[in-house]
């Protein structure tokens, strides 16, 4: 029998429309033959008492430091009571369904309560159910470790456990339904038109998510990668086809476009005295030991720069200050970055977007590049209109 | 180690207040030199997010016949949510506290879903806890089968769960927490002048339960008794001293007062023809087939009369009539049970009773008696006079 596994968020499991869609496209995934397997966030928003955000605040509110462990446990059954109001949806209209917690769906994770990563799926609980001809409903998010503890697997949890779910049980395919029809190729509040990407590799979706974009987690990316199981990205609520992720897509010299905002450019300098080299691998050692991550760092015969988050800019200025150094430091800066796994040996795609933002005034303080990805940082005020140069001038509009 | 067992309803978890009392009671118990282990209910009452009723409302609204399996997982979460907020409040006081599920704390239970019953409790679990000096937070009603579902108790589940890990953990006592008392000898709505019992025995609380008594549940009673532990009966809002259940108390001639409403005493008869005790088996069984509980069942030469909760009145005399039988049904009787262990072989308690009810024009319809326990039959509307009666002739507002 084939499997596919389907995902759906809260806005899909938490009212009677969104339900009835959920149960429409998992139905249809049984009449096409496919035994499915769901998987379910926690119901509504902030502010729905079974969000995870409300089951967050009834403790907070209590003791601002939960224990991890305990913070797990109680977030835990955000999910599970999804699962049973899913699978009372399907029984209504007359199929069988089975609600499982993260444990009973066999998903191990390591101890790292709040961001636990899965270590091994045992397939035996849930193929024991299809066997029975039972549709099968997992509580996205959550798997328990070791020690018998239940564990969350923090940001794009239940797309994580989806797609792991998807490698273990070698599913055709792996359906991650939303709200919007599929992944853009550029944010489109920046850009009117940009255009739904009818497909991508895993590689570029991860880069488009690490660079910014509000797309699938990559640990979800990578646990589907890992069996090579195709990714569907659809909207709960409408026909659109949605974009396919998967190994092999034909490549595109650029895919899409991703940004960053709210973005700090740090200059440390002039490093004067003796060994200047050591000199600036201590001013990245002040940085660690602040436990603040940098990106883009160049250095500069006696300086050394690179960017933060907007948020560390004042631990940042604090640590080097501390450390003694001269330290200048600019908010307001973004990172927009070029993705596209055709790039590769394309020469010049650097040289002809810098020469775009050049002529319409924009000045490029920094720049960096991968295997698939170029990016630049801009000051945040030339944010929309680089995003539409670059829109037109690649015509990501038109893929 | 010494351990004692606490456990707190639903009204001492959800508010504040509540909170702070039983945080107050936990701390104690550890000042006193004990390990205490306690067990929570779901927090508040229907119409509140986390409540037992308001979760299966919450399914119920899609599907009146929920899967007994999926509802047992659905309202599990109440008491784990609870056993997190209990958590954080000891916490939040600077003590270490760890929560756990039913199947966390090693219950395991058979697979009978919403009404399962304790099959065996591991205790390993908790006592890994303790030895870390961690006051351990178990979620009450719920436990796990064989097959690795989560499980839930039915009524008085919690109270269970309690009393279950105090014979299992070998503790100390076992305290129940409410919001009265202890144990009243009569209905304080009846009697305004009821008193708090300082003692009684396992099977005179279980036979006061069983004849109506809203006290704890006879499942609990039984937990505790088969590892002899005691069970104190507390108010968690008021330092009053409680009641004591335990195997030897100072036995009274009488304990308590308990009382069944709404019952239908129904006769059948004249039962004509050759073996009349046949016909009498075969009403039994007639009623047996309906699944109608009888109880106070007698015979006259050519009838046999019992009673039935009234809510089976009408499925109870349609029965009998498709079986042909002449039955009389009459609604609107009351039990009135009188529990004393110190009753055995104590003669005349039942005409001292029945001359009581009598001088005051009361007409008693049946009557029945066990070791413990002596039972009347009357009409409801005599009820709360009866009750009066009695509690004035047997002094229990004095005991």
Redesign the interface.
Known sequence: MKIVVQKFGGTSVATPEG?AKAVERIISAREQGFQPVVVVSAMGRKGE??ATDT?ID??KN??T???P???D??IS?GE??S???M???L??RGYR???L?GA?AGIRTDGNHGNARIMEIDPE?INRHLAQDRIVIVAGFQGICED???TTLGRGGSDTTATALGAALQAEYVEIYTDVDGVMTIDPRLVPDAAIMKDISYREICEMANQGAKVIHPRAVEAAMSGKIPIKIKNTFSDAEGTLIAEHVAERVITGLAHLSDITQVKVGPLDGGDVQMAKVKVLKTMAEARISIDMTGVAPNSIFFIIKGEDTGRAKAALQKAGYNTTVDPGCAKVSVIGAGMEGVPGVMADIMESLDKAGITVLQTSDSDITISFLIKESDLSKAIQILHDDIELGKI
Chains 1, 2 share one sequence.
Do not use: F, K, W
Request: proline share 3%.
């Open positions: 339900r008492p079974y089951l009834l403790v209590i003791h430091d939960v224990a462990r305990e913070m446990l109680l059954c599970v009571i699962t049973v109001v699978a009372t949806a029984r209504n369904a089975v609600a917690t009973q609980y018998g503890s239940v």
